[in-house]
């Protein structure tokens, strides 16, 4: 319940600073492709909860229908920590649906703008530094 | 919609500070309303010697600094071997920046960090900041001492401050050429001398000004301005650099 209250409060927290960009150290040009925004839903496989980003990993089709583990991209623990984030907000097994852009390298790596919640609760925990507004 | 965002604030605080050692602990010194409220508009803490005193967790507020210091329209002059250096980097979308491989953010770019915060303890001979990115510290001496003769190559070099009225005047020198000032790329050389300039004009708000100092890089100085807002009720966090894939994977155009 404790938690619930948490990702709501944050939640409430991140539309209120929803216009500002949402920052990582570093620039985001050098790996992820703005002209490659991606939306995609599945299940949570992995969180690692460290610095200097949070990674949470996604099974999911890709556009072709073909499974793929995606490796996305989050902010930094202490900053989600202060908007309410918790090392188990998202948990393995979570259904969660993710915008964000794909890297330039070719990997199925992923620059997160936000995180959708199954029922219908958008976090922002993004790591987007120098990425457009919208996907 | 209102009424739910007041709740959902209300909810974090309140789950907040049952939950969180952290980032919601009513600390002590900070002057506050009839409700508890921090008031970032109270006037700013002195010292036992009547100086202003810097002392709390502070934030960068707005990103732009973090990649690029000059911001605002500051006019920067290369030379040719820093406008090279900057071209360079600027192309690449910063590929080779120090974090990328967890090496520290250096003067000033560790403080702009929006997602960590810093800390300033203030005390008598010597001023400490602790960044929480990448939990490095600095110290500012404050007991009249110059610079030491001889300087190790540091990326944060020697820091010596003095009060000039209200303002604290921090010079520092002996830095090696490693750090970038952002992780836009503007670059430094071996000769790097910063002056910062810290005021508190209230409780809640630092005003920072830094002018950069680099023949090799600049024709002429040039100065910066940001302000820090107070972070009330946090404190800096662990953050040890673990998980750093950047390096590995930027293309860099």
């Keep these: ?135 | 919609m209102r009424r739910a965002v007041t709740a959902g604030i209300l909810i974090l605080m309140v789950a907040g500070a049952a939950s969180a050692q952290w980032v919601d602990v009513p600390l002590p010194g900070v002057p506050r309303d009839r409700n508890g409220k921090p008031n970032l508009a109270a006037a700013t803490p002195k010292t036992a010697d009547g100086k202003p005193d810097l002392s709390g967790v502070w934030k960068n507020l707005d990103a732009k600094y973090l990649n690029d210091l000059a911001s605002d329209g500051v006019q920067v002059s290369f030379t040719p071997w820093g406008a090279a250096l900057y071209k360079e980097r600027q192309e690449t979308f910063s590929r080779g920046r120090p974090s990328e491989s967890c090496l520290p953010h250096g003067i000033p770019d560790a403080m702009m960090v929006p997602a960590a915060p810093f800390k300033i303890i203030q005390t008598p001979g010597v001023v400490a900041i602790l960044y929480e990115n990448q939990n490095r510290f600095r110290q500012i001496f404050t007991d009249g001492r110059g610079f030491p003769k001889e300087m190790t190559p540091a990326w944060i070099g020697y820091s010596v401050g003095k009060w000039n009225g209200d303002t604290f005047v921090v010079e520092t020198r002996g830095f090696n050429d490693s750090s970038w000032l952002d992780d836009g790329g503007h670059p430094h050389s071996d000769e790097l001398h910063l002056t910062e300039r810290f005021r508190r004009p209230n409780f809640g708000r630092l005003d920072y000004e830094i002018t950069v100092e680099d023949p090799k890089a600049y024709t002429k100085p040039w100065t910066a301005s940001i302000r820090f807002e107070f972070l009330p009720d946090t404190e800096i966090m662990e953050w040890v650099c673990e998980n750093e894939r950047d390096a590995a994977r930027s293309v860099g155009k």
């Design chain 1, 1 to 135: 319940m404790r938690r619930e209250s948490l990702i709501v409060g944050g939640l409430c927290v991140a539309l209120l600073v929803g216009a500002l960009p949402l920052i990582a150290h570093h620039s985001f040009a050098a790996e992820y492709d703005s002209n490659k925004p991606i939306k995609f839903t599945g299940k949570v496989t992995k969180v690692e909860w460290l610095n200097p980003h949070i990674y949470v990993y996604v099974d999911a089709k890709d556009e072709s229908g073909k499974n793929v583990n995606y490796a996305v991209e989050g902010g930094a623990p202490n900053g989600l920590f202060r908007q309410g984030w918790r090392k188990d907000t998202l948990k393995i097994g979570d259904p969660i649906s993710v915008e964000g852009f794909l890297a330039k390298d070719g990997s199925n790596t992923v620059n997160a703008r936000a995180w959708v919640l199954p029922d219908g609760r958008k976090l922002f925990g993004a790591n987007n530094e120098g990425a457009p507004a919208n996907p």
